[in-house]
């Protein structure tokens, strides 16, 4: 959220005074310019590569992970998989291009569309304006290349505006890498992440 902030103030997204307050359902209210803004922060990844980083951690410090590929909301491997992974005695099989971008984009429709059924649902309080702030750690190998990252987003926005007018988030942002990706409306704008501490 700090970074979020940081990069918003500096495009001109918000606008001073500012009030931010860390509450639950959603986890910021920022109140600027006369409006209130509920914003629901998640981090993008998946499940199973948080059990296998805990063995990794605990059983095999020293080994190299080769990477896997997870499929959104999938929970399939078994405790012997997982420590087969984090000991690194279990590689990935490669990624191709278009196999990255099909997974990431599964990966972030799959964790807007569970906040959008929270957020349509009214597990969030009431505001007039309500924003996703995404935190992309899904483990594919288009975060090393931004214009695919992208690419991807953009196919997310087409998607996303593609669903008849289903109550959902006024703005999504999709922090990957060093970029902010905004969806809003069914169109993408990126910006780079302005990072007060480096």
């Excluded at 005074?17 to 920022?30: C, G, I, T």
């Excluded at 209130?36 to 499940?47: D, L």
């Excluded at 990957?176 to 480096?198: A, K, M, N, P, V």
């Amino acid at each position: 959220m700090a970074r979020f902030l940081a990069t918003a103030a500096k495009t001109g997204m918000l606008t001073f005074p500012l009030n931010v307050a860390h509450r639950e359902k959603p986890d910021f209210s920022l109140r600027f310019g006369g409006s209130e803004v509920g914003v629901e922060c998640v981090e993008a990844v998946p499940q199973e590569l948080y059990e296998i980083e805990v063995l990794r951690e605990k059983w095999y410090p020293e080994a190299m992970n080769f990477g896997q590929k997870f499929q959104p909301g999938s929970n399939t491997l078994t405790r012997d998989e997982k420590h087969q992974i984090a000991s690194g005695c279990q590689a990935g099989p490669p990624w191709m291009p278009e196999a990255a971008k099909r997974n990431w984009v599964s990966a972030m429709l799959h964790v807007i569309s569970g906040k959008a059924v929270k957020l349509q649902s009214g597990n969030y309080s009431s505001n007039a304006t309500n924003w996703l702030l995404v935190q992309d750690e899904w483990p594919t190998s288009l975060r090393f290349y931004p214009e695919q990252v992208r690419e991807a987003a953009l196919e997310c926005a087409h998607r996303l505006a593609a669903v008849p007018d289903t109550p959902c988030f006024d703005a999504l942002f999709i922090a990957s890498g060093r970029q902010l990706l905004c969806i809003e409306r069914g169109t993408l704008t990126t910006e780079e992440i302005y990072d007060l501490w480096s």
